[in-house]
């Protein structure tokens, strides 16, 4: 079976988090979560779905998947995507072992995993493990950057009071942290993401001020994200487990994480780190060497649903991330929702949801 066209498509949605957007780094508001799905379509008449990281990037990932992995990958077969993927990744070698190409190449390789189970006729979780027996995930609800805490308590408590167990916030105060905790109670997990704030020595003070707050795990504390040393010191020093990996563009970037002692969390992306095939290495990995992956999924399409799968077929209970917000619609329906803080597992072939193209359709801008 072979691969006869590839299209990236770029989406749109709007939505609302309950409170006021928050700002792009060019200052302006970020009305629409928008993202970049690819179609993989195989002579065949199997198509499957893939989702590149977005956020900032979109564009550039667009232009990646239509210019550079697109022409490499149409001709190919698609039943050994280790082979495919491989490929690939040695003739990208000079521009993909991060970035925007990088996940390009994930779209792909999520998208040729959703090609295998249908041809299976088998979710992806039973292909990456044929005991997985999960139905269920639990899900933390990741709420945006807020930055005023009368609405981050508000929010906090909208997530506590639609049944999920743990919360993440995007603050960087004290006072922010304080107003969620004070407004979920000490029952519901508090973890906090500060997108690479601090400087190492002020991410320990933070830390330390931060004590009473019970923080589950303080995520990406310091910049730059791969000062795996500073990471480490922050967590023995400022005392609160770290998190960290959503950056990680390899697996060989995943095996120096881990050989970093004291960074509790590991948190690969699926849409970034190089889809199903290099997530479930990691998982592999972490596993032999004793470690708790946690993996990152701020997302709504199909990276999410592969997110679900990788979660679903692991042996160590992990969460699935869910970047909190209602959209105006759904292209992979209502699945993508927790409720009661839990996530039901998708059943069928592949990814076991197929996006909705008129929604897709709608709300693409190219
Ligand atoms: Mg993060």
Redesign the pocket.
Known sequence: MKITHIEPILIELPYDHGAPKPFLRSGTPRTMMDAVYLRVDTDEGISGWGEAFGFGACRIAHAAAEMVVAPLAIGQQVDDISTIMGDLNRKLQSMALNGPVRFALSALDIALWDIAGKIAKQPIHRLLNPKSKRTQLPVYASLMRIQDAEYVAKVSADAAGRGYRHIKLHERTLKCVAAARNAIGSDVALML?T?CAWSVDEAIDMGQKMADQNLFWL??PISPPDDYDGLARVQVEGGIPVAAG?NLGTFQDFRRLVETPSIEYLQPDVTKFGGITEMWKAVTFAVENNCCLEP?SPLYGPGLIATQHIVAAMEEEAMVEFYYCDLAASPMGEGIYAKDGLMTVPGGPGLGVEPNVDIIEKYRVA
Do not use: S
């Open positions: 993401d997108n995520e990406e959503e990152h």
